[in-house]
T-cell receptor
Framework: SQQGEEDPQALSIQEGENATMNCSYK?????LQWYRQNSGRGLVHLIL?????REKHSGRLRVTLDTSKKSSSLLITASRAADTASYFC?????????????FGGGTRLMVKP | DAGVTQSPTHLIKTRGQQVTLRCSPK?????VSWYQQALGQGPQFIFQ???????QRGNFPDRFSGHQFPNYSSELNVNALLLGDSALYLC???????????????FGPGTRLTVL
């Protein structure tokens, strides 16, 4: 079963616009990670935010975490055609003793040139 | 510095057969996790190996088994293949850290298994 749920399931925007994806999860976590996947290939790690952090930045990426609402968001600013991919959130739940990640179903982002 | 590598890239099998997938972790990593990703879905955790032992297992039947070698590489074996086993199988490596949090997992390109 998947703990996280991404919203929206699909998103289509124009190049230069911002893209926001949301993730909700169910249990208490140590951290939450975002990954990108191009065309069914391997996942690329984007950013990790720990449970005691509220916001984190990496280049054009901004991640927020609200543990009281059990939710996170990923913002990609000034999107590019190359950002077209599926984006997944993954949680490291406290109950799993740090040994596994639980992924959501992903958001499929299309950036039109 | 080589990243996570997996072999083969693609594989076609028939129902009832057995398959072995291989993974070499990123240099310096000694923990290997396996995930199954069905088409259009997120990856699901199969199991994790550390110090040649299965450390944690997801909700997968005993037909799925694994092994880790002294050089930290790993194999995933699936017996009595079913049509539903068709998926992308991803290997991820990480370095162990103290509790409570998982270190970043680095994923390989995956093996696409098709069961006919």
């Amino acid at each position: 079963s998947q703990q996280g749920e991404e919203d929206p399931q699909a998103l289509s925007i124009q190049e230069g616009e911002n893209a926001t994806m949301n993730c909700s999860y169910k249990t208490s976590i140590n951290n939450l990670q975002w990954y990108r996947q191009n065309s069914g290939r391997g996942l690329v790690h984007l950013i990790l935010i720990r449970s005691n952090e509220r916001e984190k930045h990496s280049g054009r990426l901004r991640v927020t975490l609200d543990t009281s609402k059990k939710s996170s968001s990923l913002l990609i600013t000034a999107s590019r055609a190359a950002d077209t991919a599926s984006y997944f959130c993954a949680t490291d739940a406290i109950e799993n003793a740090g040994n596994m990640l639980t992924f959501g179903g992903g958001t499929r982002l299309m950036v039109k040139p | 510095d080589a990243g996570v590598t997996q072999s083969p890239t693609h594989l076609i099998k028939t129902r009832g057969q057995q398959v072995t997938l291989r993974c070499s972790p990123k240099s310096g990593h000694d923990t290997v996790s396996w995930y199954q990703q069905a088409l259009g879905q997120g990856p699901q955790f199969i199991f994790q190996y550390y110090e040649e032992e299965e450390r944690q297992r997801g909700n997968f039947p005993d037909r799925f088994s694994g092994h880790q070698f002294p050089n930290y590489s790993s194999e995933l074996n699936v017996n009595a293949l079913l049509l539903g086993d068709s998926a992308l199988y991803l290997c991820a490596s990480s370095s162990p850290t103290g509790l409570p949090s998982t270190d970043t997992q680095y994923f390989g390109p995956g093996t696409r298994l098709t069961v006919l």
